[in-house]
């Protein structure tokens, strides 16, 4: 089954311990992205990957760092996390990074608590 | 820079009642429009899409949405509610050479009434 999967699902954890948020797609999609979802701001985009290798800031970087070291996965790493983390985490991808209207897959969605 | 607007962050319509939820971007370039739903404690996933040619486009579940260059406007309507189809509803909007980033609305909450 095509799909996106993100681990964990449901994250509690404290102020400045590092965390890894898992996203792997099996679609063979060249593009892949990271939001975060906040009641009221609808959906923003945290970083993105057009390939491997190969990443960028969206528009709400700060405090987050990606990796792309294989086609299938984009970790969302938080190095520091702090209360203003706390948000729904969406990983999605796309077939293709030339185009930008075909249909992006989202993941289940992560739940990040930083307390 | 890019846009979205969705009017009303919550619509209730009763069972078999129209669904109308309000989408207006903002784009200096010519877009491509998305709505996608997200049903709870579910990713989204893509009802519909406007990309290029008719500007009426037909998705999933009986959903239909409007393009409308003149009123910068891409509603999103159902003739008929279903009690499945409580769900939060997305605007997005996304454009040639925006690297595929999709810049949403705030979400529509879509509630079904007996």
């Known amino acids: 089954e095509a799909q996106v999967t993100q681990n964990p699902r449901y994250l509690i954890t404290v102020t400045g311990k590092k965390l890894t948020v898992t996203c792997s797609q099996n679609m063979n999609h060249e593009y892949m992205s990271w939001y975060r979802q906040d009641p009221g701001l609808g959906l923003r985009q945290i970083y993105y990957s057009m390939n491997v290798e190969v990443t960028d800031k969206g528009d709400v970087p700060e405090g987050y760092k990606v990796s792309r070291k294989e086609k299938r996965n984009f970790p969302l790493i938080l190095e520091s996390p702090s209360p203003n983390q706390t948000s729904l985490y969406f990983c999605a991808s796309t077939v293709s990074s030339d185009t930008s209207y075909n249909e992006q897959f989202f993941g289940p969605g992560t739940r990040l608590t930083v307390l | 820079a890019q846009s979205v607007t969705q009017l009303g962050s919550h619509v209730s319509v009763s069972e078999g009642a129209l669904v109308l939820l309000r989408c207006n971007y903002s784009s200096s370039v010519p877009p491509y429009l998305f709505w996608y739903v997200q049903y709870p404690n579910q990713g989204l996933q893509l009802l519909l899409k406007?990309?290029?040619?008719?500007?009426l486009v037909k998705g999933i579940n009986g959903f239909e949405a409007e393009f409308k260059k003149s009123e910068t406007s891409f509603h999103l309507t159902k003739p008929s509610a279903h009690m499945s189809d409580a769900a939060e509803y997305f605007c997005?909007?996304?454009?040639?050479?925006?690297?595929?980033?999709?810049?949403f609305g705030t979400g529509t909450q879509l509630k079904v009434e007996l």
């Open positions: 997005a909007v996304s454009f040639t050479g925006g690297g595929n980033k999709l810049t």
């Open positions: 406007y990309t290029t040619g008719a500007t």
